[in-house]
């Protein structure tokens, strides 16, 4: 302890070293007791021994015995001591897990389409049922596997494409798909089953979720050349998690983020949209918020009403400024196969169109559906109070299209009742009296 007494050392000890440093108990004690000069520290420490600073006339600075030291001072002092000495010996077992951003090497974002589906992180395609979510995907999926260009022209990196899917088949669905897309087979690949132990230590297949992240890992690590993994969809995957709660969500999202970090390969995931109307379009993903606030980039898919299209529309991209909207539509197509040709679909790309995500999502909702195309139209040939023959209604609603099941639906909703007591026994609707449409 240098040039203090040697009746301090007998209680704070001798210096040590651990992490490559000199630990000294008796410096540690006059630190957190704010003695900044030495003499005086040493001198307040005697004193509060009982030895009132003097020295002790040990010639050979051999420790003086426990018994001159009062006990009662012994006790409020090995209180700190076993505090410093507490952390010295955290010092030498604890490893910190702090990255030291001093060490870090920066890089550019790396693009697997460039401004839109960045690599090393997890992007998120939603929309409702029927607009050709998978489709787009596997689209995407056949443009990697070629190296060929995205719909806005710009090239793709080539690469292996795993895909973990939980709706269609892959027989019939998924593989004539991205046949018809131009898709390289050879460089697709299925995650559906994988090999794990029950609680016994059993082996047995289950269904893969995201709680079993190290599988995917492993599978990344025996194809290093793949660049996309699809999750189609991703609520069929959660595992236990609730897909409502911000914190189950995330607790299974996080290390898909770092997986992708770490393979550097871009995760696609396909949710799709609540039925909440008059929401931005950021804000119409079903389940929590954390699915598009965690991911880096998003797409929102619906029709475009001004025509026949489909819109795929950038909603959100924390690297890269959002880029325009993409129209495609889904068209009928034929791929050849030992049993002879096999009729299924693919995506065809219509190039740029200038609807926002937020403009095709209010865009949908404006829409009439096909019941309230029915109501207006039952309203409308019925409004002037008299009894008309169904026959010559469905006839109406034939050469418009309409459908009968959503004029049947269209009728109970309106409260028409059928009434055959009248023109020979046939049935007629009547518009009840409080649902006439007012021309006044």
Known sequence: MGGKDSNLSSVFGTPSTCGGRTFDAFDFWATINNYSDKAEAIKAASKMMGMDGRKTGNKKNTCAPASIVPSNNITAASTEVAAAKSIANIEEEWKSDLIPLGGIKVKRVQWLWSNYIPLGNYTLMYGEGGQGKSQLSLSMAATVTTGG??????PSPVGEVIIVTGEDSLNDTIVPRLM????????VFSLQMINTTDDAGKPVRKIFTLADI???KRELLHYPNCKLVIIDPISSFM???DTHRDADVRSLLTPLQYLAEQSNVAILMIG???????????????????????????FIVAKDCNSDNMVMAHCKCNLAKIQPSLA????PAIVESEDGDIPTSKIEWLGVTYTTADEAVAASESIPTKREDAKEFLQDILSDGDARYVDSIFQREKEKGIGRDSVYAAQKALGIECNRNIFGGKPTWKLPVDTKPNNN
């Open 214 to 216: 190290p599988n995917l």
């Open 328 to 331: 495609y539509k889904v068209v």
């Open 239 to 241: 595992d236990d998690a």
């Open 180 to 187: 018809a897309a131009g898709a390289d087979i050879t460089k």
């Open 149 to 154: 260009a995205w719909a806005d022209g710009s």
């Open 272 to 298: 799709h949209s609540s039925k909440a109307r008059g929401i931005k379009a950021t804000a119409k993903v079903n389940g929590s918020v954390a699915f598009i606030n965690a991911s880096r980039s998003a």
